[in-house]
C-alpha cells in the first residue's frame, strides 16, 4: 500500500514540478497528464484498499476529463503551431489586460 | 380605506413607469400622461382622506405572502402619521413632475418614468409593513435618483452622482445587516408580528442608514452636492421627500423596535441631532448660493426633526410628523423657485443675483411668504411644528430647547440673507429685463404648495393631533404601532 | 360681543388677503381705502365690545371664546382663543382707532409711490397681528402675534427693498426681535411643563404654586420678548434704524403700537411678574436705564425720525417703569397718550419730511414756520404734550407714574429721581428739534427744495389726520385726572390692580417738579438754538460717545455676528470641506492603493500562479498533518 502511495506522490511532484519549471505548452500539457495520473494511482489504490468501488469511479471520470483536457489543449497547441507562434506560455501575453 | 387604496397608490404610478419605458409613446406624451398619474394619485390620496379613521391603528392594510419561507410578506398599510408622509410625497411628487413637464427635460419617457418609478417607491416606502418589503422599496426609490441626478443633472453630475451612491449604499448594506439579523432572531420579518429587539448593534446600524438617507450630522457629506447639482425638481424631492424617508425610519423602526436602546443611546443622539441643526444653519448662513441655503436649512431642520424624535414624548413625536409635513412641502416649494429663479438668471450665486422683487411681484411673493414661513415666523406651520418639538426635547432638559431657539435666530439670519439677496437691494449683474415673472403654470404648480402650507398655519392640530392613533402618541409608539 | 371681536380680529387680515391677491385687479388708490375700511371696521367693532362690555359688571368682563384648537398634542393644547376684557379691549381700541387714522394718512403720504398696494397689504397685515396679539387668550397665541408684528415690522421697514440700509435695518429689527421670541418661547415651554396650560387663566391660577426659580426664569424669559419688541436696553438698538421705513410706518409700529407691545405684556401678564418680583423690579429699572440713555442720545441726532425714535424709547422706559412698579393702570395710560401725541410727532414730522422732498436730515431744515404753520402748531402741541406741559395728555400720564414711583419705596424713589431727570432731557431734545425745525433761517437745501405751500401744507388725508391727533393729544390725558377722574383705572383694575397708590400731596409735588424740569429744558432749549446766548458746551469725549449711541452697535458686531461670521466660515473650511470632498476624494484614494498593491501578483505568469496553488497545497497538506 505504502509503495503505491509513494509512487502516486512522486508522479504528482514531478509532473508539477514539470508545469512549474518548462515553459512549452506541450510539456506543460504533458507534466499535467501526469499529476492527474499521480492522482488516478492514489484513487485506484485507496479504493483497493478500502474496498470500495467510489474512488475507481472517480478516476474514471478523471480519465474522461483528461482525455477532453487534451483535445482541447492539444487542439490549441496544433492550431498555434500553424500560425508559426512561439510556443512560449510566457510570451503569450496578448489577453493580459 | 381600503387595502386596494394603498395598493392602487403604490403600484399606478409604477406600472405606468414600466409602461412608459417599454411602449413607444409619442414624445410629448410621456409628460402629459406622468402629470395626469401623479395628480390622479393627488385625487386618490384626498378621497381615502375622509375614510381614514385617525384613532384607529394601521389601516389600508393589505397582505400577500411573498417568501415564506422567510415569513416575508407583500405587507402594507398606514398609520396616521404615515398617510400624512403618503400625502406630502404625493403632493410634492405631483408638483415636481408638473414642473419638469413644464420646463422640457430630455429623454421625456426615461425621465418621466423614472420620476413615478421614485413616487411609487417612496409611496410604498412609506406604506411598508414588513422589513424585507421595506428594503426593497428603500433600495427602488434610490436606484431613480442615482440615474436622475447622474444623467440630468448639473456640470458636477457625476462627482455628485459618486459621492450619493457611496453613501447610500454603504447604509444601505448596513440597513440590509440590521434587518437579516433582526428578521432572523424574530423568525419574521414583518414589523407588526415581531416583537422588540434588544442589541444595540442592530440599532445603530438602522440609524446610521437612515441617518446618512436623512442625512443627518455627520453624515451629510453627499448633501451639498447632490442637491446643487440635481434638476431643481428631483432636489425638491430629494429635500422634501427621501429625506423624510429617514426620519420616517427613525421612527417607525428604530425608536419602536429599539425602545431600550433608544434610550441608552438618547443624549448621544440628540447631541448629534443638536450639533447638526445649529451647524446646519451657520453653513447655511455662508452658502453663497440659493440651492446652498436651502440644502444646509434642510440638514438643519433634519436635526430638528430628530430632536423631537428622541425627544420621547407626545409633543415631540407630534411636532416631529407635523414639522415633516411642513418642512416637505417648504423645501419643494424653495427648490422649485430655486428652480424658476436659475432659469431666468442661469445661476444661483447671489453676488449676480439682487432686485428682482422689482416688477416680478408674483414671484417675491411667493418666494417671500415660502421664506417668511421657512423661518417659522410665529403663528406660521413651521412654528407650529418646531414649538411643539422644542416644547417636548425641553421635557429632557432645557438645554436643547435653548440650542433649538438660538438655531431659529440663526434661521432667520440666513432665510433672510437669502430673500433679500435675490429680492431686494440693487438689480444683479445677471438679472435682466428678460427675467420674466412667474409665469402662469409656475403659478398653478406652486401656489397650491403655498396655499397648503398657509392653511396649515391656520389649522396646524389637523396633523398634530391626527398623527398617532387617538392622540396618544407615546402610547403608539410603546405599543409599536400595533 | 366675541362675534364683534372676531370680526375685529379678521377684517385686517381679509384685506390683506384681498389686496394680495387681487394684484394689479384693483387700482392703487382703492387699495388705500381697502385697508383704511378694514381698520375702521375693526375700529367700530371693538367700540361695540366696549359699549357691549360697559353694560356688564365689573367682576363679569372676562370673555374668553374659543374658534379651534389651533395646536394639540397629547396634554398640550393651544386653542385659537380669545380673551377679551377691560384690558385687551383698551388696546383694541387705541391699535384699531390710531390704526385707522394712520392708515388713511398713508394714502396721501403714499401717494405715487412705487407698489402701493403692497405698502397697504403690508399695513393690514400689521393690524391684524397687533390685534392678535392684545386680543390672544393664550401664550402661544400671543407669541404668534408678537412673532407676526415683527414680521410686519420687517416687511414695512424694508419696503424700500433696494435702499440696502432700508434692507440691513430691516434684517436687523427681525433678528434682534427673533431674539426675544426665543426667549419668550423658553419660558412658555417652562410654564407648560410646571403647569400644563398655556391660557393665560389657567397659569394665574397655577403660578402661586410655583418656585421661586421656576416663576423667575419664565417671567425673564418672557422680559427678553418684551424688551427686544419695546427697544428696551440692552435690546434697543434696532429701532432708531428702523426709521429707515416709511414714515407713517414709523407712526404706527414703531411708536403708537408695536413697540408698547412689551408694556402690554409686563400688564397682561402681571400676576407672574408679581411672583417674581425682582424681574419686575428689574423691567422697572431697564425702563429707567432706557429713558435716561435715550434722552441723551436723542440730543445729539441729526435726524428728525431718529430724534422722535429716541424720544420713543424714552417713554416706553417710563411705561416699563411703571409697569415695573405694578403701577398698571398708570402705564397703559401713559401708552395711550403716547400714541396720541407720539404719532402726531411723527405725522408732523412726515409732512415735514413731504415738503421737502424726503429730507431727514435736521441741519438741512430751519425757518419753516412760515411755510408750514399749521404743522407747526400740530407738531409744538405734539412736543408739549411729549414734553409733559399742563394740560397736555402727556402731563398727566407721565407725572402719574412718576407719583407712583414717589410712592414705590426706595427702589422707587431712586427710579423717581432718573424719571425726573428724564423729564428734563425730553423737554430739551424735544424742543431742540423744534427749535431747529422751525426758526433760525432756512438752510440752502429748504429754500431750494421746499414746495409752494400755498395751497395747503398737505393732501386732506394727512392733514385731517394729524388735525385728529392733535386733538387727541390735547385732550386724551383728560379721561383720568391724578386723584380726582380715574375712569381708565377703574376700567382696568378687574385685570390688573395696581400695588401703588400715590397720595394726593405725592401727585402734587411730583407734578410741580416734573412741569417746572420739563419747562427748564424747554427754556435751556430756547437759550441754546433761539437766542443763541447758551453755547452748547465741548466735550469731545462725551459727544463722541452719544453719537456712537454709547457703543452698542459696535460692541454687538463685535461679540455676536463677527463671531457667527467667522464660525460659519471656519466650520465650512475646517468640517465641511474635509468632510465632503475630504471623504469622497479618501474613498476613492483608498481603493486606487489597493488595487495598485494588488496588481502585483497579477504578473500574468501562468508559472507564478502555479507555484502560488501548490505552496497553497504544500502548506495545507503539512498543516492537516501536523494538526491532525
Given at each position: 500500500m505504502t509503495w503505491y502511495v509513494v509512487i502516486a506522490a512522486l508522479l504528482f511532484t514531478i509532473g508539477a514540478l514539470g508545469v512549474l519549471i518548462?515553459?512549452?505548452?506541450?510539456?506543460?500539457?504533458?507534466?499535467?497528464?501526469?499529476?492527474?495520473?499521480?492522482?488516478?494511482?492514489?484513487?485506484?489504490?485507496?479504493?483497493?484498499?478500502?474496498?470500495?468501488?467510489?474512488?475507481?469511479?472517480?478516476?474514471?471520470?478523471?480519465?474522461?476529463?483528461?482525455?477532453?483536457?487534451?483535445?482541447?489543449?492539444?487542439?490549441?497547441?496544433?492550431a498555434m503551431a500553424r500560425r508559426h507562434l512561439e510556443l512560449d506560455v510566457d510570451r503569450m501575453t496578448s489577453l493580459r489586460g | 380605506?381600503?387595502?386596494?387604496?394603498?395598493?392602487?397608490?403604490?403600484?399606478?404610478?409604477?406600472?405606468?413607469?414600466?409602461?412608459?419605458?417599454?411602449?413607444?409613446?409619442?414624445?410629448?406624451?410621456?409628460?402629459?400622461?406622468?402629470?395626469?398619474?401623479?395628480?390622479?394619485e393627488v385625487g386618490l390620496w384626498i378621497a381615502s382622506l375622509p375614510r381614514f379613521d385617525f384613532d384607529a391603528g394601521l389601516q389600508g392594510e393589505q397582505r400577500q405572502s411573498w417568501f415564506s419561507d422567510l415569513n416575508a410578506s407583500y405587507h402594507v398599510g398606514f398609520f396616521g402619521f404615515s398617510v400624512w408622509l403618503a400625502g406630502l410625497t404625493v403632493v410634492a411628487s405631483a408638483a415636481a413632475i408638473a414642473y419638469a413637464w413644464w420646463a422640457g427635460r430630455d429623454r421625456p419617457r426615461a425621465y418621466f418614468g423614472l420620476m413615478l418609478f421614485l413616487e411609487g417607491a417612496v409611496v410604498g416606502l412609506f406604506a411598508a409593513q414588513d422589513l424585507i418589503l421595506f428594503y426593497a422599496f428603500f433600495e427602488?426609490?434610490?436606484?431613480?435618483?442615482?440615474?436622475?441626478?447622474?444623467?440630468?443633472?448639473?456640470?458636477?453630475?457625476?462627482?455628485?452622482?459618486?459621492?450619493?451612491?457611496?453613501?447610500?449604499?454603504?447604509?444601505?448594506?448596513?440597513?440590509l445587516a440590521a434587518i437579516i439579523v433582526f428578521g432572523l432572531h424574530e423568525n419574521t420579518f414583518d414589523l407588526i408580528d415581531s416583537g422588540t429587539g434588544d442589541s444595540a448593534w442592530v440599532f445603530l446600524g438602522f440609524v446610521i442608514a437612515f441617518a446618512v438617507k436623512a442625512p443627518l450630522f455627520p453624515f451629510h457629506g453627499w448633501l451639498p452636492d447632490a442637491y446643487r447639482e440635481a434638476p431643481p425638481e428631483v432636489s425638491a424631492l430629494l429635500s422634501g421627500v427621501i429625506s423624510k424617508a429617514g426620519a420616517y425610519g427613525l421612527l417607525r423602526i428604530a425608536i419602536t423596535k429599539f425602545p431600550e436602546s433608544a434610550d441608552d443611546f438618547r443624549v448621544p443622539l440628540l447631541v448629534l441631532a443638536a450639533v447638526g441643526l445649529v451647524y446646519g444653519s451657520l453653513l447655511a448662513f455662508q452658502a453663497p448660493d440659493v440651492r446652498g441655503v436651502i440644502a444646509y436649512s434642510s440638514l438643519a431642520q433634519l436635526g430638528l426633526i430628530t430632536l423631537g424624535l428622541f425627544a420621547g414624548n407626545d409633543q415631540g413625536y407630534d411636532g416631529a410628523v407635523l414639522q415633516m409635513a411642513v418642512h416637505g412641502l417648504l423645501s419643494t416649494t424653495l427648490f422649485l423657485l430655486a428652480g424658476g429663479i436659475e432659469r431666468r438668471t442661469s445661476t444661483g450665486e447671489f453676488a449676480l443675483l439682487g432686485g428682482m422683487a422689482r416688477g416680478r411681484p408674483a414671484l417675491a411673493t411667493l418666494l417671500m411668504t415660502t421664506g417668511i414661513v421657512a423661518l417659522a415666523v410665529p403663528g406660521s406651520?413651521?412654528?407650529?411644528?418646531?414649538?411643539?418639538?422644542?416644547?417636548?426635547?425641553?421635557?429632557?432638559?432645557?438645554?436643547?430647547?435653548?440650542?433649538?431657539?438660538?438655531?431659529?435666530?440663526?434661521?432667520?439670519?440666513?432665510?433672510?440673507?437669502?430673500?433679500?439677496?435675490?429680492?431686494?437691494?440693487?438689480?444683479?449683474?445677471?438679472?435682466t429685463d428678460a427675467a420674466l415673472d412667474l409665469r402662469p403654470a409656475e403659478l398653478g404648480i406652486l401656489v397650491p404648495l403655498v396655499a397648503c402650507v398657509l392653511a396649515l398655519s391656520a389649522w396646524p392640530a389637523a396633523i398634530s393631533e391626527r398623527a398617532f392613533a387617538g392622540d396618544d402618541a407615546t402610547g403608539a409608539v410603546e405599543a409599536q404601532f400595533r | 360681543m366675541s362675534a364683534a371681536a372676531w370680526v375685529c380680529l379678521l377684517s385686517p387680515l381679509a384685506a390683506a388677503l384681498a389686496i394680495t391677491l387681487a394684484g394689479n385687479g384693483i387700482s392703487r388708490r382703492a387699495a388705500g381705502y381697502l385697508a383704511t375700511f378694514s381698520t375702521f371696521v375693526s375700529f367700530v367693532a371693538s367700540c361695540v365690545v366696549f359699549f357691549a362690555m360697559l353694560g356688564e359688571h365689573a367682576e363679569e368682563r372676562v370673555h374668553v371664546t374659543t374658534l379651534w384648537a389651533w395646536l394639540k398634542a397629547g396634554d398640550f393644547h393651544a386653542g385659537l382663543t380669545l380673551q377679551i376684557d377691560p384690558l385687551s379691549v383698551f388696546m383694541m381700541l387705541v391699535v384699531s382707532g390710531v390704526g385707522s387714522l394712520i392708515v388713511g394718512y398713508s394714502i396721501g403720504y403714499m401717494d405715487g409711490a412705487d407698489e402701493e398696494r403692497r405698502y397697504f397689504a403690508y399695513m393690514a397685515i400689521f393690524v391684524f397681528s397687533m390685534l392678535l396679539l392684545v386680543q390672544s387668550g393664550n401664550l402661544v397665541l400671543l407669541l404668534s402675534g408678537w412673532g407676526l408684528v415683527g414680521l410686519?415690522?420687517?416687511?414695512?421697514?424694508?419696503?424700500?427693498?433696494?435702499?440696502?440700509?432700508?434692507?440691513?435695518?430691516?434684517?436687523?429689527?427681525?433678528?434682534?426681535?427673533?431674539?426675544?421670541?426665543?426667549?419668550?418661547?423658553?419660558?412658555?415651554f417652562l410654564l407648560f411643563w410646571r403647569t400644563g396650560v398655556v391660557d393665560y387663566l389657567g397659569v394665574f391660577d397655577q403660578v402661586d404654586g410655583l418656585s421661586q426659580?421656576?416663576?423667575?426664569?419664565?417671567?425673564?424669559?418672557?422680559?427678553?420678548?418684551?424688551?427686544?419688541?419695546?427697544?428696551?436696553?440692552?435690546?434697543?438698538?434696532?429701532?432708531?434704524?428702523?426709521?429707515?421705513?416709511?414714515?407713517?410706518?414709523?407712526?404706527?409700529?414703531?411708536?403708537?403700537?408695536?413697540?408698547?407691545?412689551?408694556?402690554?405684556?409686563l400688564v397682561r401678564l402681571h400676576p407672574v411678574y408679581e411672583a417674581a418680583v425682582h424681574v419686575q423690579q428689574l423691567a422697572a429699572g431697564l425702563g429707567a436705564l432706557?429713558?435716561?440713555?435715550?434722552?441723551?442720545?436723542?440730543?445729539?441726532?441729526?435726524?428728525?425720525?431718529?430724534?422722535?425714535?429716541?424720544?420713543?424709547?424714552?417713554?416706553?422706559?417710563?411705561?416699563?417703569?411703571?409697569?415695573?412698579?405694578?403701577?398698571?393702570?398708570?402705564?397703559?395710560?401713559?401708552?395711550?397718550?403716547?400714541?396720541?401725541?407720539?404719532?402726531?410727532l411723527f405725522l408732523a414730522a412726515g409732512i415735514v419730511i413731504h415738503a421737502l422732498a424726503g429730507e431727514q436730515d435736521m441741519r438741512n431744515m430751519g425757518g419753516l414756520r412760515d411755510a408750514l404753520p399749521r404743522t407747526y402748531y400740530a407738531m409744538l402741541i405734539g412736543g408739549l404734550a411729549l414734553a409733559g406741559i399742563f394740560p397736555l395728555s402727556g402731563f398727566w400720564s407721565k407725572d402719574s407714574i412718576l407719583a407712583s414711583a414717589l410712592a414705590a419705596g426706595t427702589y422707587g424713589r431712586t427710579l423717581f429721581v432718573v424719571g425726573l431727570i428724564g423729564a428734563f432731557l425730553t423737554g430739551l431734545y424735544t424742543f431742540r428739534m423744534l427749535f431747529i425745525v422751525f426758526y433760525g433761517e432756512r438752510s440752502a437745501y429748504a429754500r431750494e427744495h421746499l414746495h409752494d405751500t400755498s395751497h395747503g401744507e398737505g393732501p386732506f388725508s394727512m392733514t385731517s389726520t394729524v388735525a385728529a391727533l392733535a386733538f387727541l393729544s390735547v385732550v386724551g390725558g383728560w379721561i383720568q385726572l391724578a386723584g380726582i377722574w380715574h375712569p381708565l383705572s377703574d376700567w382696568l383694575h378687574v385685570v390688573a390692580p395696581p400695588k401703588v397708590e400715590p397720595s394726593a400731596l405725592q401727585d402734587w409735588?411730583?407734578?410741580?417738579?416734573?412741569?417746572?424740569?420739563?419747562?427748564?429744558?424747554?427754556?435751556?432749549?430756547?437759550?441754546?438754538?433761539?437766542?443763541?446766548?447758551?453755547?452748547?458746551?465741548?466735550?469731545?469725549?462725551?459727544?463722541?460717545?452719544?453719537?456712537?449711541?454709547?457703543?452698542?452697535?459696535e460692541l454687538y458686531d463685535l461679540a455676536f455676528n463677527r463671531p457667527a461670521v467667522w464660525i460659519s466660515r471656519t466650520l465650512y473650511r475646517g468640517v465641511e470641506r474635509p468632510l465632503v470632498s475630504g471623504s469622497i476624494a479618501a474613498t476613492a484614494t483608498s481603493v486606487r492603493e489597493v488595487g495598485r498593491t494588488t496588481t502585483v501578483i497579477q504578473s500574468g505568469y501562468l508559472r507564478s500562479y502555479a507555484l502560488a496553488l501548490m505552496t497553497g497545497l504544500a502548506v495545507l497538506a503539512v498543516l492537516f498533518v501536523a494538526f491532525r
Amino acid at each position: 500500500m505504502t509503495w503505491y502511495v509513494v509512487i502516486a506522490a512522486l508522479l504528482f511532484t514531478i509532473g508539477a514540478l514539470g508545469v512549474l519549471i518548462r515553459r512549452s505548452p506541450l510539456i506543460i500539457l504533458l507534466s499535467l497528464e501526469i499529476m492527474l495520473n499521480g492522482s488516478n494511482l492514489a484513487l485506484i489504490a485507496f479504493a483497493r484498499h478500502q474496498g470500495d468501488a467510489t474512488g475507481q469511479v472517480f478516476a474514471l471520470a478523471v480519465m474522461a476529463v483528461a482525455a477532453a483536457e487534451v483535445v482541447v489543449g492539444l487542439g490549441l497547441i496544433v492550431a498555434m503551431a500553424r500560425r508559426h507562434l512561439e510556443l512560449d506560455v510566457d510570451r503569450m501575453t496578448s489577453l493580459r489586460g | 380605506m381600503s387595502g386596494w387604496v394603498t395598493t392602487a397608490l403604490i403600484f399606478l404610478p409604477l406600472a405606468t413607469a414600466l409602461l412608459l419605458w417599454a411602449l413607444p409613446w409619442p414624445r410629448l406624451w410621456a409628460g402629459s400622461v406622468a402629470t395626469l398619474v401623479a395628480l390622479v394619485e393627488v385625487g386618490l390620496w384626498i378621497a381615502s382622506l375622509p375614510r381614514f379613521d385617525f384613532d384607529a391603528g394601521l389601516q389600508g392594510e393589505q397582505r400577500q405572502s411573498w417568501f415564506s419561507d422567510l415569513n416575508a410578506s407583500y405587507h402594507v398599510g398606514f398609520f396616521g402619521f404615515s398617510v400624512w408622509l403618503a400625502g406630502l410625497t404625493v403632493v410634492a411628487s405631483a408638483a415636481a413632475i408638473a414642473y419638469a413637464w413644464w420646463a422640457g427635460r430630455d429623454r421625456p419617457r426615461a425621465y418621466f418614468g423614472l420620476m413615478l418609478f421614485l413616487e411609487g417607491a417612496v409611496v410604498g416606502l412609506f406604506a411598508a409593513q414588513d422589513l424585507i418589503l421595506f428594503y426593497a422599496f428603500f433600495e427602488a426609490m434610490l436606484i431613480p435618483l442615482y440615474v436622475l441626478i447622474g444623467v440630468w443633472g448639473g456640470p458636477g453630475r457625476m462627482r455628485a452622482t459618486l459621492t450619493f451612491v457611496i453613501y447610500t449604499m454603504a447604509g444601505s448594506l448596513l440597513m440590509l445587516a440590521a434587518i437579516i439579523v433582526f428578521g432572523l432572531h424574530e423568525n419574521t420579518f414583518d414589523l407588526i408580528d415581531s416583537g422588540t429587539g434588544d442589541s444595540a448593534w442592530v440599532f445603530l446600524g438602522f440609524v446610521i442608514a437612515f441617518a446618512v438617507k436623512a442625512p443627518l450630522f455627520p453624515f451629510h457629506g453627499w448633501l451639498p452636492d447632490a442637491y446643487r447639482e440635481a434638476p431643481p425638481e428631483v432636489s425638491a424631492l430629494l429635500s422634501g421627500v427621501i429625506s423624510k424617508a429617514g426620519a420616517y425610519g427613525l421612527l417607525r423602526i428604530a425608536i419602536t423596535k429599539f425602545p431600550e436602546s433608544a434610550d441608552d443611546f438618547r443624549v448621544p443622539l440628540l447631541v448629534l441631532a443638536a450639533v447638526g441643526l445649529v451647524y446646519g444653519s451657520l453653513l447655511a448662513f455662508q452658502a453663497p448660493d440659493v440651492r446652498g441655503v436651502i440644502a444646509y436649512s434642510s440638514l438643519a431642520q433634519l436635526g430638528l426633526i430628530t430632536l423631537g424624535l428622541f425627544a420621547g414624548n407626545d409633543q415631540g413625536y407630534d411636532g416631529a410628523v407635523l414639522q415633516m409635513a411642513v418642512h416637505g412641502l417648504l423645501s419643494t416649494t424653495l427648490f422649485l423657485l430655486a428652480g424658476g429663479i436659475e432659469r431666468r438668471t442661469s445661476t444661483g450665486e447671489f453676488a449676480l443675483l439682487g432686485g428682482m422683487a422689482r416688477g416680478r411681484p408674483a414671484l417675491a411673493t411667493l418666494l417671500m411668504t415660502t421664506g417668511i414661513v421657512a423661518l417659522a415666523v410665529p403663528g406660521s406651520a413651521a412654528f407650529a411644528g418646531e414649538f411643539l418639538i422644542l416644547l417636548g426635547v425641553f421635557d429632557q432638559g432645557w438645554v436643547w430647547a435653548a440650542i433649538g431657539a438660538g438655531a431659529i435666530v440663526l434661521a432667520a439670519m440666513y432665510m433672510l440673507r437669502l430673500i433679500s439677496a435675490v429680492l431686494h437691494q440693487e438689480r444683479g449683474p445677471a438679472v435682466t429685463d428678460a427675467a420674466l415673472d412667474l409665469r402662469p403654470a409656475e403659478l398653478g404648480i406652486l401656489v397650491p404648495l403655498v396655499a397648503c402650507v398657509l392653511a396649515l398655519s391656520a389649522w396646524p392640530a389637523a396633523i398634530s393631533e391626527r398623527a398617532f392613533a387617538g392622540d396618544d402618541a407615546t402610547g403608539a409608539v410603546e405599543a409599536q404601532f400595533r | 360681543m366675541s362675534a364683534a371681536a372676531w370680526v375685529c380680529l379678521l377684517s385686517p387680515l381679509a384685506a390683506a388677503l384681498a389686496i394680495t391677491l387681487a394684484g394689479n385687479g384693483i387700482s392703487r388708490r382703492a387699495a388705500g381705502y381697502l385697508a383704511t375700511f378694514s381698520t375702521f371696521v375693526s375700529f367700530v367693532a371693538s367700540c361695540v365690545v366696549f359699549f357691549a362690555m360697559l353694560g356688564e359688571h365689573a367682576e363679569e368682563r372676562v370673555h374668553v371664546t374659543t374658534l379651534w384648537a389651533w395646536l394639540k398634542a397629547g396634554d398640550f393644547h393651544a386653542g385659537l382663543t380669545l380673551q377679551i376684557d377691560p384690558l385687551s379691549v383698551f388696546m383694541m381700541l387705541v391699535v384699531s382707532g390710531v390704526g385707522s387714522l394712520i392708515v388713511g394718512y398713508s394714502i396721501g403720504y403714499m401717494d405715487g409711490a412705487d407698489e402701493e398696494r403692497r405698502y397697504f397689504a403690508y399695513m393690514a397685515i400689521f393690524v391684524f397681528s397687533m390685534l392678535l396679539l392684545v386680543q390672544s387668550g393664550n401664550l402661544v397665541l400671543l407669541l404668534s402675534g408678537w412673532g407676526l408684528v415683527g414680521l410686519a415690522s420687517y416687511l414695512l421697514i424694508g419696503f424700500d427693498q433696494h435702499r440696502p440700509a432700508a434692507i440691513a435695518a430691516a434684517k436687523k429689527a427681525f433678528i434682534m426681535n427673533a431674539l426675544g421670541d426665543a426667549t419668550m418661547a423658553l419660558a412658555i415651554f417652562l410654564l407648560f411643563w410646571r403647569t400644563g396650560v398655556v391660557d393665560y387663566l389657567g397659569v394665574f391660577d397655577q403660578v402661586d404654586g410655583l418656585s421661586q426659580t421656576v416663576v423667575t426664569l419664565a417671567a425673564l424669559g418672557l422680559l427678553g420678548g418684551a424688551v427686544a419688541k419695546s427697544a428696551q436696553i440692552p435690546l434697543q438698538t434696532w429701532l432708531p434704524d428702523a426709521m429707515e421705513g416709511p414714515t407713517p410706518v414709523s407712526a404706527l409700529i414703531h411708536a403708537a403700537t408695536m413697540v408698547v407691545a412689551g408694556v402690554y405684556l409686563l400688564v397682561r401678564l402681571h400676576p407672574v411678574y408679581e411672583a417674581a418680583v425682582h424681574v419686575q423690579q428689574l423691567a422697572a429699572g431697564l425702563g429707567a436705564l432706557t429713558l435716561l440713555v435715550a434722552g441723551l442720545i436723542a440730543l445729539v441726532q441729526t435726524d428728525i425720525k431718529r430724534v422722535i425714535a429716541y424720544s420713543t424709547m424714552s417713554q416706553i422706559g417710563y411705561m416699563f417703569l411703571g409697569a415695573g412698579i405694578a403701577a398698571y393702570g398708570n402705564a397703559m395710560f401713559h401708552l395711550m397718550t403716547h400714541a396720541f401725541f407720539k404719532a402726531l410727532l411723527f405725522l408732523a414730522a412726515g409732512i415735514v419730511i413731504h415738503a421737502l422732498a424726503g429730507e431727514q436730515d435736521m441741519r438741512n431744515m430751519g425757518g419753516l414756520r412760515d411755510a408750514l404753520p399749521r404743522t407747526y402748531y400740530a407738531m409744538l402741541i405734539g412736543g408739549l404734550a411729549l414734553a409733559g406741559i399742563f394740560p397736555l395728555s402727556g402731563f398727566w400720564s407721565k407725572d402719574s407714574i412718576l407719583a407712583s414711583a414717589l410712592a414705590a419705596g426706595t427702589y422707587g424713589r431712586t427710579l423717581f429721581v432718573v424719571g425726573l431727570i428724564g423729564a428734563f432731557l425730553t423737554g430739551l431734545y424735544t424742543f431742540r428739534m423744534l427749535f431747529i425745525v422751525f426758526y433760525g433761517e432756512r438752510s440752502a437745501y429748504a429754500r431750494e427744495h421746499l414746495h409752494d405751500t400755498s395751497h395747503g401744507e398737505g393732501p386732506f388725508s394727512m392733514t385731517s389726520t394729524v388735525a385728529a391727533l392733535a386733538f387727541l393729544s390735547v385732550v386724551g390725558g383728560w379721561i383720568q385726572l391724578a386723584g380726582i377722574w380715574h375712569p381708565l383705572s377703574d376700567w382696568l383694575h378687574v385685570v390688573a390692580p395696581p400695588k401703588v397708590e400715590p397720595s394726593a400731596l405725592q401727585d402734587w409735588v411730583t407734578s410741580v417738579i416734573a412741569v417746572s424740569l420739563g419747562l427748564g429744558g424747554i427754556w435751556l432749549a430756547w437759550l441754546i438754538y433761539v437766542k443763541r446766548t447758551v453755547a452748547v458746551p465741548r466735550v469731545a469725549w462725551a459727544q463722541r460717545t452719544l453719537e456712537h449711541k454709547f457703543y452698542f452697535d459696535e460692541l454687538y458686531d463685535l461679540a455676536f455676528n463677527r463671531p457667527a461670521v467667522w464660525i460659519s466660515r471656519t466650520l465650512y473650511r475646517g468640517v465641511e470641506r474635509p468632510l465632503v470632498s475630504g471623504s469622497i476624494a479618501a474613498t476613492a484614494t483608498s481603493v486606487r492603493e489597493v488595487g495598485r498593491t494588488t496588481t502585483v501578483i497579477q504578473s500574468g505568469y501562468l508559472r507564478s500562479y502555479a507555484l502560488a496553488l501548490m505552496t497553497g497545497l504544500a502548506v495545507l497538506a503539512v498543516l492537516f498533518v501536523a494538526f491532525r
